[in-house]
């Protein structure tokens, strides 16, 4: 198993023709590993390149959430609690950073506390 930190993810998901030698690396180096720790820092740090960087719309960035959420190569930090997140994100209309910190609030049994009127919609969240 290899760890990855969020250029090489983004590699694997996105492909760049601006970045074909650093895909074909990236893809290389995960088929000979085979399976892929994502930390959860990666997975809020892919969200947010996907989002800004590429400019990908939020179905796009979905689609490739559950592809790593079904795909057996990639073991994610807290896999349960990106689930959570990744249903709510779905759904909702705060960032996926947000939904994560909800996600573990939610483990803790504790409520969110914050100015965001996007989160502040959820469930378990106190808009201040």
Do not use: C, W
């Amino acid at each position: 198993m290899i760890t990855v930190d969020t250029n090489i993810l983004v590699r694997l998901l996105v492909d760049d023709p601006n970045e074909e030698a650093q895909v074909k690396a990236a893809r290389k180096e995960v088929s000979r590993a085979r399976k892929v720790f994502v930390p959860i820092i990666v997975q809020v740090e892919t969200v947010l390149v996907l989002r800004s960087g590429y400019k990908l719309k939020k179905a796009a960035v979905i689609i490739l959430l559950e592809h790593l959420a079904k795909n057996q190569t990639f073991h994610l930090e807290a896999d349960e609690r990106f689930r959570k997140a990744l249903a709510m994100y779905r759904n909702g209309k705060a960032g996926f950073a947000d939904y994560l910190i909800l996600a573990s609030a939610m483990e803790q049994g504790t409520e969110v506390l914050t100015f965001d009127k996007r989160l502040g919609a959820s469930g378990n969240v106190v808009l201040m």
